[in-house]
């Protein structure tokens, strides 16, 4: 028998295992419902980690913008609220 059979047969148990094992008619509603709260936590948890790194990413290329700027600038930048544009 070929690898590529062997995986498939695999694959194909696998999913019809899986496949009774949710809808299983006593105990499937539950596994079921289950299932959809930990895909929806994984899913929050995902969601809050990638808007954590955005916001950390957004500020190093704010730094890196101003850092930038202040070299082309050189010394000369102004600061405060009397500087002129």
């Known amino acids: 028998m070929r690898v590529r059979s062997i995986v498939t047969l695999g694959t194909g148990a696998a999913l019809g295992a899986g496949t009774m094992y949710l809808l299983d008619p006593e105990h499937g509603p539950a ?7 930990t895909a929806l ?7 809050v980690r990638a808007v954590v790194r955005a916001a950390q990413r957004a500020e190093e290329v704010a ?13 000369s930048v ?7 544009r």
């Not at 596994?31 to 709260?37: K, N, W």
């Not at 936590?41 to 969601?47: S, Y």
């Not at 730094?63 to 010394?75: F, H």
């Open 78 to 84: 102004p600061t405060g609220r009397g500087a002129r």
């Open 31 to 37: 596994r079921r419902r289950e299932a959809r709260r």
């Open 41 to 47: 936590r994984e899913v929050r948890r995902g969601v």
């Open 63 to 75: 730094t890196a913008a101003v850092a930038g700027y202040v070299d082309a600038r050189g010394a």
